[in-house]
C-alpha cells in the first residue's frame, strides 16, 4: 500500500520560505510516476503547485513559477518543496500527491497546515 | 492559468442522480483525455473516483461515472447516497508548459 506523509513546518514568517517534504513508503520514487503538491487555502478550493518525474524533470504552475522548487531524494524515496516569498495568501493545507499519466493523483498525504504569519 | 469552471453547489434526493459539470478550455479539457474527479469530505484528502475522463480506480463505486463532449466534462453520481455528500473537483491536464488545472469546487448535498 502506498503511503505518503507530509512534513515541516507549521508556522512560517511572511518573506520567509516555506519547506515541506513528503515522505513515501510502499513504492519506490525511482520506480516512476510524478510525485506532486497540491495546495488548499481554507475554505477554499484545491491548487495545483507542481509535479516532479521520478528522472527529475520539473513542472511548476506558470502563477507561482518564480517561487517554486520541487526535488527529490531517491536515496530516502522522498520529494520536497520549497516556496519562497510567502505570504498571508500562502496560508494552506498542502498536500503531497502521487501522480499517474495526465494528472491521476492516486495517492494522497493527509495535510498539513501551514499558516503565514508574524 | 484559469479555473476550470464547476457550478458552486448541486443538491439530490437519495436514489437520485445528479451530475456536475465541469468547463475548461481547448488548451485543457477539450484538448485532451485526461480529465480526473476527486472527492472530498471535511477535513480528509481528496480521493480519486474517476481518472482519464471515464476510468474508475478500483474500489470505487460504479455509481460514479464521467464523460466529456469538446471542453466540458461531467461527473455522475447515480442512486445518490447520504455518504456522496461531499466536494467535488474536477482536474485537467494542460500540456508540458501548464500542465495542470483544478475546478473551482462543487458541494453535492444529499437532501
Known amino acids: 500500500q502506498v503511503q505518503l506523509q507530509e512534513s515541516g513546518p507549521g508556522l512560517v514568517k511572511p518573506s520567509e520560505t516555506l519547506s515541506l517534504t513528503c515522505a513515501v513508503s510502499?513504492?519506490?520514487?525511482?520506480?516512476?510516476?510524478?510525485w506532486g503538491w497540491i495546495r488548499q487555502p481554507p475554505g477554499k478550493g484545491l491548487e495545483w503547485i507542481g509535479s516532479i518525474y521520478h528522472s527529475g524533470s520539473t513542472y511548476y504552475n506558470p502563477s507561482l513559477k518564480s517561487r517554486v522548487t520541487i526535488s527529490v531524494d531517491t536515496s530516502k524515496n522522498q520529494f520536497s518543496l520549497k516556496l519562497s516569498s510567502v505570504t498571508a495568501a500562502d496560508t494552506a493545507v498542502y498536500y503531497c500527491a502521487r501522480s499517474g499519466r495526465g494528472l491521476r493523483l492516486d495517492y494522497w498525504g493527509q495535510g498539513t497546515l501551514v499558516t503565514v504569519s508574524s | 492559468q484559469s479555473a476550470l469552471t464547476q457550478p458552486a453547489s448541486v443538491s439530490g434526493s437519495p436514489g437520485q442522480s445528479i451530475t456536475i459539470s465541469c468547463t475548461g478550455t481547448s488548451s485543457d479539457v477539450g484538448g485532451y483525455n485526461y480529465v480526473s474527479w476527486y472527492q472530498q469530505h471535511p477535513g480528509k484528502a481528496p480521493k480519486l473516483m474517476i481518472y482519464?475522463?471515464?476510468k474508475r480506480p478500483s474500489g470505487v463505486s460504479n455509481r460514479f461515472s464521467g464523460s466529456k463532449s469538446g471542453n466540458t466534462a461531467s461527473l455522475t453520481i447515480s442512486g445518490l447516497q447520504a455518504e456522496d455528500e461531499a466536494d467535488y473537483y474536477c482536474c485537467s491536464y494542460a500540456g508540458s508548459s501548464t500542465f495542470g488545472v483544478f475546478g473551482g469546487g462543487t458541494k453535492l448535498t444529499v437532501l
Open positions: 510502499g513504492y519506490s520514487i525511482s520506480s516512476g510516476y510524478y
Open positions: 482519464d475522463v471515464s
